[in-house]
C-alpha cells in the first residue's frame, strides 16, 4: 500500500533518532518564526499538511489553546496518534491525503514539515496551499533538501527508509515557488549534525 511505511512507523515515530537530529530542532525553528505572530493575533486558523503524529500542533495548541487548528495526514495511525496526543474542539486531525484535500476555509499558517518531499506532485501542492491562504498569511515549508553530493547520498538512504520521495534541491524549490505566486521570505539551513542532509527551512508569505 502507498502509505504502508507510515502506517508502520507510527508507533514508534515520536521515539526515533531522527527526533533528536532533525525534526526536534525542525519544531523548535518553526515555533520560533510563527510564535511572534500568533501573539500579536492570537484567533487564527493553522493548516499542517502531512502532520505525522501531531508533534508540532500539539506545541503550539500548548501556549495557544485559542487557535483553530487542522492537521490533515495520509497515514490512518499517525491521525489515531495525532487524536490522542491533542485534545480539544478546536484540534482537528484528518487522515487525508494532500492530493485529496479539498477546503472552502481559509487559513493564516499553513505548515508542512518533513512531509513535502512524499507529496506526489508538488506543483500542485504549492497551489493548493497558495488558495488555502487568508491574505498575509505565513507558510513554512521544511524539508531535507539534496545540494550537494553528501546530500545525495544521506537522502539516497534516507529515502529507504520512506514512501516514494524527491528531496529537491533550494534552486528547485525557489522556481516552485515562484510558480505558484508565493513570495520567498527567508531560506534558513537547519543542520544538526554532520551525517544529516540539508534540511532546508522556506518562509513563505501570500
Ligand atoms: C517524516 S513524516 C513528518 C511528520 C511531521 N510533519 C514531522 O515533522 O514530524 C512524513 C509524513 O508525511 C505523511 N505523508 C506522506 N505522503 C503524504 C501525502 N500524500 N499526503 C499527506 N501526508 C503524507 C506521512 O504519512 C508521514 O506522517
Redesign the pocket.
Known amino acids: 500500500m502507498?502509505?504502508q511505511?507510515?502506517?508502520n512507523?507510527?508507533r514508534k515515530?515520536n521515539r526515533l533518532w531522527?527526533?533528536k537530529y532533525s525534526?526536534g530542532p525542525?519544531?523548535r525553528e518553526v515555533l520560533k518564526i510563527i510564535l511572534p505572530k500568533l501573539q500579536a493575533d492570537a484567533l487564527l486558523n493553522l493548516f499542517?499538511?502531512?502532520?505525522?503524529?501531531?508533534?508540532?500542533i500539539q506545541e503550539i495548541a500548548e501556549q495557544y489553546p485559542q487557535i483553530n487548528y487542522l492537521g490533515?495526514?495520509?497515514?490512518q495511525n499517525?491521525i489515531e496518534l495525532a487524536k490522542e496526543s491533542a485534545k480539544g474542539e478546536n484540534i482537528r486531525f484528518q487522515t487525508?491525503?494532500?492530493?485529496?484535500?479539498a477546503s472552502t476555509e481559509k487559513y493564516d499558517i499553513i505548515?508542512?514539515?518533513?512531509?513535502f518531499p512524499?507529496?506526489?506532485n508538488k506543483e500542485e501542492t504549492l497551489c493548493k496551499f497558495a488558495d488555502l491562504c487568508n491574505p498575509g498569511a505565513t507558510i513554512i515549508i521544511?524539508n531535507s533538501s539534496t545540494n550537494s553530493f553528501k546530500d545525495l547520498m544521506i537522502n539516497f538512504f534516507l529515502k529507504a527508509t520512506?514512501?516514494k520521495a524527491r528531496y529537491l534541491s533550494v534552486k528547485e524549490m525557489k522556481v516552485l515557488f515562484q510558480n505558484a505566486g508565493l513570495n520567498l521570505q527567508e531560506v534558513k539551513v537547519i543542520r544538526e549534525k554532520f551525517y544529516m542532509p540539508t534540511i532546508a527551512l522556506f518562509h513563505l508569505e501570500k
Open positions: 502507498k502509505y511505511k507510515w502506517e512507523l507510527a515515530y531522527v527526533q525534526l525542525t519544531r499542517e499538511a502531512g502532520c505525522g503524529t501531531g508533534q508540532l490533515i495526514d495520509a497515514a499517525m487525508c491525503p494532500i492530493e485529496s484535500f505548515l508542512c514539515t518533513h512531509a512524499y507529496f506526489p521544511v520512506t514512501s
